[in-house]
DNA sequence: TTTTGAGTTGTTCGA
DNA sequence: GTCGAACAACTCAAA
């Protein structure tokens, strides 16, 4: 009997995978395979810890393969040389493979298809990425939304996702398996400096760690998740961006299995209503994202807002590396960015924060940001880091307005209002009275003494003073109008 | 075609 | 310390 293949990406997952289910209900043998591949733009090659978490991810997912009877085969190269050779050397009658958005994996699923139709091998795609599809949410007009409030009125007005496939007891082998590259060989640890502990101490890829996470996250967290998802100094947020990322969990079960918690949480009468409608609408702003990248592929390049390419950006090395370093001067930016570089993750508000004081107060190009983002964030997504980017810098899809420019120590009082979250990354002013905490320039020097800070040595004075800063920014915003 | 209401996440100033 | 207004003008989406 002729297998087919199921060509994973980022969909590493048995659980509600319906390319998956297609084939074992197709009753033949079944192929898994993952390329490792070459195919995005230099720029948008896999981040360093996209490429540690990948790694993982695949190391659980030939595991849980295993558990069923299956294997992972692994290449390495171009998809749309790959998936045909192997598909010939299995003699497989049919690819099937998930759906992905960005705009190097439609052009490859498009030309992979070709290449098997010329061989008579059919290839399926189906969806299952997002809660919609990118052409299935229009206004009425027929246009793509471009402002996020009547996109998410028009999705949650309209067909849940559908409900979550189990995954399959066993898949059936074929006669003979092809040949796989080992994980090993590709080199996706780093090595010297190996800075993945932190990663390691932090994380659990793969779909058991991502179910896990979803389930302590639903337990706990879900009920005041609107009034605490912005405190960077408590457990308030899912934690979920990298395993949604790398589909080890499906945006449905995310879906469903919140929607089922908010009605536990009713059963014993505790209201989740404003926990869960939040959370959806963060699962929906991802859609927002992909579908804008679907319509403008060049979203994570271009700005959204054209007159944005006027924008008089200054190239400030200094700046832009005491930024990513965590050496700002500023306490919750360099919490932040420290965070980022240690765990591979930072707290969404604190992202706001640390992009903007690149973009508004160093008036650096957000695209700069973006790609620092991009290569240390495991849950670097094109179309999420890209909007973001452009939100913050203002020339976004529903951009903030130009005057709206975050302040460090303001987010830091109200956001983290005892330090904690400062104090945790921040280690070298961690004795500092809450009152200072924010602003350590101001503390009178007895007390930086006491604290055992040297200003300029062991702590960095801020590398810009934000008022005067902001007042740069809005005439620089002035100028591009 | 025109009109109308609204637009994720903020900050500052003056009462 | 708290509160409301101003910060602009424009584009989007729907009626």
Redesign the pocket.
Known sequence: MKPVIVWFRQDLRLADHRALTAAVEAGTPVIACYILDEEAPGRWGLGGASAWWLNRSLMAFEQSLADRGSRLILRRGRAVELIPQLAEECGASAVFTQAAYEPWATANEVAVRERLAGRGIEMKRLAGALIKRADAL????G????????????LSSSEPPPMPLPAPDRLLAPECWPASEALADWGLDPTKPNWSVGLRETWSPGEQGANERLDAFLASALPRYDEL??RPDLPGTSRLSPHIHFGEISIATCWHMARAAADRFAAEGVRADKGLE?FL??LA?RD??AHLLVHWPDLPETPF?RDFARFPWRRNVDHLRAWQRGATGYPLVDAGMRELWHTGWMH??VR??TA?FLVKDLMIAWQDGEAWFWDTLVDADLASNA??WQ??AGCG??A????????????GE?FDPQGTYVRRWVPEIAKLPDAYIHRPWEAPPMILASAGITLGDTYPLPIVD??MA?DEA?SAL?SI?
């Open positions: 229009r206004t009425k007009t246009e793509p939304f471009k402002v996020y409030s009547p996109f998410w009125r028009a998802r912005n939040t609408k963060e702003w927002f994202s807002k969404n508000r706001m924060v903007s909007a973001s939100w913050v899809a529903d903030a307005p130009y005057f709206r420019i975050f302040n460090p120590i303001k987010q109200t934000h008022a902001r809005l002035e109008k």
